[in-house]
């Protein structure tokens, strides 16, 4: 997981996010998650490299409450596969 704060303003940092990118997906670890994402020129730099994205421009933290029916729903339709399997 990597912080987009300075970016893409900052060449530094967009170097380095370039240079980590590259060698994390050399490593074939899996998707690489860019997090504080916060504005629109931040995900669009990310986008460039095929980084996944989190942040507030995506949305807001919430309580757990507000994700209990997707749990829920996730925990139903995880039971009806192995009950169907």
Request: charged share 20%; glycine share 10%; aromatic share 4%.
């Amino acid at each position: 997981m990597q912080h987009a704060s300075g970016l893409p303003a900052d060449p530094n940092s967009a170097t380095m996010m370039e240079k980590l990118d590259a060698a994390l997906n050399n490593m074939s670890h899996g998707p690489d998650i860019a997090e504080g994402v916060e504005t629109e020129q931040q995900r669009a730099f990310l986008a460039k490299t095929g980084c996944g994205i989190q942040g507030y421009l995506i949305g807001r933290p919430e309580p757990i409450a507000h994700y209990q029916h997707l749990v829920t729903a996730m925990a139903a339709t995880r039971e009806d596969a192995v009950i169907a399997g």
